[in-house]
């Protein structure tokens, strides 16, 4: 059965103090892997797809990779605007009806 | 250039009734589709829509429903509410549906429509 974990569930960080989130995934036939940014009360603001092993996007203070089994986002120096949830998702195998993780709540502290 | 747009944004509902959430879609984009969020957990698929056609179906029961109209915006329906079913209600657009091939096309959310069921 398809699925994404994500760890950790929470985060909290010191403005300046980087650190990595994870995504685990099992799905036949990975086609891509996307990430989301999901501030509290609205819908998931599009941040990075991510085709095959090996790949790199970067954004601001994001990076995001991409190995076999899993995906990482790397946060650089965070910032307290930084503070959301970050989700991840993989379509299902042959269809485009994408799968959450649960995502990680990170917050960001001055 | 506009994003997708859903309303209501906010919605009370008592149990037993009927419920239409709308959407519009991102302009140029063909495909819709429509994902529960309850708090605390990562969207669940309910529908997509592509070219007025459903394209496929998420495990929910048969009180949901949806359909796509020619100028692309989508309807959700849901029927006979429960407590249950109080949620953020999001639509996603994009600019096709891969129908299975390996190419995907990455969806981009609307601000959501949260329900409330009492």
């Known amino acids: 059965e398809d699925q994404?974990?994500?760890?950790?569930?929470?985060?909290r960080l010191q403005e300046g103090e980087s650190s990595s989130l994870n995504c685990s995934y099992t799905v036949s036939g990975l086609r891509g892997l996307f990430w989301y940014r999901q501030d509290p009360g609205k819908g998931p603001e599009f941040l990075f797809t991510l085709y095959?092993?090996?790949e790199e996007k970067e954004k601001e203070r994001l990076k995001a990779t991409l190995t076999k089994k899993e995906s990482f986002l790397h946060i650089t120096a965070p910032k307290p605007e930084d503070s959301a949830t970050y989700l991840c998702a993989v379509p299902s195998y042959n269809t485009d009806?994408?799968?959450?993780?649960?995502?990680t709540r990170l917050q960001v502290f001055p | 250039d506009a994003?997708?747009?859903?309303?209501?944004?906010?919605l009370i509902k008592t149990r037993?009734?009927?419920v239409t959430l709308r959407c519009s879609p991102i302009s140029g984009h063909k495909s819709v589709s429509w994902y529960q969020q309850v708090l605390g957990q990562g969207p669940q698929f309910i529908f997509q829509y592509y070219e007025k056609e459903e394209r496929g179906r998420g495990n929910f029961p048969d009180r949901f429903s949806a359909r796509q109209f020619p100028n692309y915006s989508s309807e959700l329906n849901v029927n006979a509410l429960l407590l249950g079913d109080s949620a953020l209600y999001l639509c996603a657009s994009s600019l096709a549906s891969s129908g299975g091939a390996s190419q995907i096309y990455e969806q981009y959310f609307g601000p959501g429509t949260r329900l409330t069921v009492t």
């Open chain 1, 4 to 11: 994404v974990t994500q760890s950790p569930e929470a985060l």
């Open chain 1, 52 to 54: 095959s092993a090996g």
């Open chain 1, 97 to 103: 009806k994408l799968i959450f993780g649960t995502g």
């Open chain 2, 3 to 10: 994003g997708v747009t859903q309303s209501p944004t906010h």
């Open chain 2, 16 to 18: 037993g009734q009927h």
